[in-house]
DNA sequence: TGAGCTTTATTGTCTAGGACAAAAAGCGTC
DNA sequence: GACGCTTTTTGTCCTAGACAATAAAGCTCA
């Protein structure tokens, strides 16, 4: 078997840095060191392909990419979180329960975990099991991501056997003359479509007519969308990992693109610098997700 | 309201035409003709994107961006699909029964979707729901697209509620000892999940232990997913938009990190001229996998 | 000691134009 | 019409430079 040879396209999609970020770190920092095939182009050998992974990963951390490529492998392997750590300290019966679950995905026992969320969701009913369950459980995941204790397929798992859940709660409520109406999606590059469902599942439990795009609509067709649905309203979810300075042009272009009647409202925890305006409403917590519902009824009694 | 300005990313974001192709057009063909700004960046105005998208369009309909640029924006409004279109003139009342189906997503009528869907399932049964519903519909959806009857939003929603139909009819089949294993999942920039879904029914419904990831793990962590879960099979799924090249390679990398006992299966229209290996099961069609799945069972009886 | 402001360092993204190989089209032959 | 070969088309990769957004460090003041 040859050694598979990893091109530049092949790095950037493992590692998830780009073309020009590797390129610039090469001549910046003088890491990788990447062969060149016949044609000149970079060829990287597999270890520094992991390397990069793991400085990928202590970047995520909060750790600089200057220092990371100036240290020493063995220094590397000693660093952990280094971004102010908020952890709530809250160890009650709730918490152990939860932490029970994430173990029942550390040890890949997708049934097991399924049949437990169930009978959670049926004691806690679906607001409750959205805001105390899913919602911390995700936080966690992505606290136990960073400090190694989960690996990248364990937090898949968990997502796509959470969505699931999530899906399946939502279908089963009352359908009926529902209002108002609300596109839900994301915006292209914005992949992560677990907080979108949770707050489906709230807006839904309002009463609300919900009509899912999935994730990753381009804007034209966010704003055609919205227009062909007779969208009350158009809500986005925006992660953390989403590039702020990137997110305040977004929403003014959208605000261009839909009707005069839809109003823009943003959540996520990718939006806690951005501001309200005219027509745009920013929910900064699930908890303001069925406050905003409710202000919108009563104001459109 | 400030006019929108388009950078070169969030062109390629809007259009999803690379920095690199946006680039060389410019240079090739003489068009886009960004403004810049005061840094000399490229600045382009909307109706620029909104012709790129057009082009964009045409050239996933098989024409060729040569031409495309150096027609007239009237001619190109003329052109329709180009590619040898291969269509089953199926018409009897099946086939009723399923334009029926897409008009209801025409309509944008959701919930009507939803509730003929469920009709569906239960009088076809999952497997031949899978293979006579989802699976035309989903290719007839693909060419409603090229051929401009049906809007990108149209298509997100039409995956969005299928995918919810699929995982709720996964989610009540039974359980209890079930073999093989399975790992499923896609790899990064492969995020067509339906596909993968579709599998996953039929896989389930003959028995096998899906642990299904959703779609673009990095190749180590599929690797290390079937480590850890003992996993006998990972199935792949690779939709015809994903790039051709890439796939060989990228089935060479993947089987390097494989444990031995743990067999690739790769599916998906993208797959169409990969040639079956050692450890290496290609799924040409829905059909295919039930057939292969029970020469797993045969042969490790 | 800590909050807020200013300066300096770091880092990613953009620019230009050139080169080459993979894919598609065109063409000849069976 | 189906196959193999040649030419054209087209995307991706290359180098190397510039600048602005972000984070860190230094400073002032309460």
């Given at each position: 078997?040859?050694?598979?040879?990893?091109?530049?396209?092949?790095?950037?999609?493992?590692?998830?840095?780009?073309?020009?970020?590797?390129?610039?770190?090469?001549?910046?920092?003088?890491?990788?060191?990447?062969?060149?095939?016949?044609?000149?182009?970079?060829?990287?050998?597999?270890?520094?392909?992991?390397?990069?992974?793991?400085?990928?990963?202590?970047?995520?951390?909060?750790?600089?990419?200057?220092?990371?490529?100036?240290?020493?492998?063995?220094?590397?392997?000693?660093?952990?979180?280094?971004?102010?750590?908020?952890?709530?300290?809250?160890?009650?019966?709730?918490?152990?329960?939860?932490?029970?679950?994430?173990?029942?995905?550390?040890?890949?026992?997708?049934?097991?975990?399924?049949?437990?969320?169930?009978?959670?969701?049926?004691?806690?009913?679906?607001?409750?099991?959205?805001?105390?369950?899913?919602?911390?459980?995700?936080?966690?995941?992505?606290?136990?991501?960073?400090?190694?204790?989960?690996?990248?397929?364990?937090?898949?798992?968990?997502?796509?056997?959470?969505?699931?859940?999530?899906?399946?709660?939502?279908?089963?409520?009352?359908?009926?003359?529902?209002?108002?109406?609300i596109?839900l999606t994301s915006v292209?590059?914005e992949?992560h479509?677990?907080g979108l469902?949770m707050v489906?599942?709230l807006l839904?439990?309002?009463?609300?007519?919900?009509?899912?795009?999935?994730?990753?609509?381009?804007?034209?067709?966010i704003?055609?969308?919205?227009?062909?649905?007779?969208?009350?309203i158009v809500a986005l979810s925006f992660s953390s990992?989403f590039?702020q300075r990137q997110i305040g042009a977004l929403i003014t272009q959208l605000q261009?693109?839909l009707?005069?009647?839809t109003e823009l409202w943003v959540g996520g925890d990718g939006v806690a610098r951005v501001s309200a305006a005219e027509r745009l409403r920013v929910l900064h917590s699930l908890d303001d997700t069925t406050a905003a519902l409710r202000d919108w009824?009563?104001t459109?009694?």
């Amino acid at each position: 078997m040859e050694t598979p040879a990893f091109s530049i396209a092949a790095v950037e999609r493992d590692t998830g840095l780009s073309k020009d970020v590797l390129r610039m770190w090469e001549r910046r920092y003088g890491f990788p060191t990447p062969g060149r095939d016949a044609n000149g182009e970079r060829i990287y050998p597999p270890e520094q392909v992991e390397h990069l992974r793991r400085v990928k990963r202590l970047m995520d951390l909060g750790h600089r990419p200057g220092k990371l490529l100036a240290a020493s492998p063995e220094t590397l392997a000693a660093l952990g979180p280094r971004r102010a750590a908020v952890r709530e300290a809250e160890a009650g019966p709730e918490d152990e329960a939860l932490a029970e679950l994430l173990g029942l995905i550390k040890q890949h026992d997708a049934a097991a975990y399924q049949h437990a969320m169930q009978q959670r969701l049926a004691r806690q009913g679906l607001q409750d099991f959205v805001q105390h369950t899913v919602a911390v459980l995700t936080r966690r995941v992505g606290t136990a991501w960073e400090d190694g204790s989960f690996e990248v397929f364990e937090e898949h798992l968990f997502t796509e056997l959470t969505k699931r859940l999530l899906r399946q709660a939502i279908a089963t409520l009352p359908g009926g003359a529902r209002r108002p109406r609300i596109v839900l999606t994301s915006v292209p590059d914005e992949e992560h479509a677990l907080g979108l469902l949770m707050v489906e599942a709230l807006l839904a439990l309002e009463g609300a007519d919900c009509i899912p795009l999935g994730t990753q609509t381009p804007l034209q067709d966010i704003g055609r969308a919205a227009d062909a649905h007779r969208a009350d309203i158009v809500a986005l979810s925006f992660s953390s990992a989403f590039p702020q300075r990137q997110i305040g042009a977004l929403i003014t272009q959208l605000q261009a693109l839909l009707p005069g009647h839809t109003e823009l409202w943003v959540g996520g925890d990718g939006v806690a610098r951005v501001s309200a305006a005219e027509r745009l409403r920013v929910l900064h917590s699930l908890d303001d997700t069925t406050a905003a519902l409710r202000d919108w009824l009563a104001t459109h009694g």
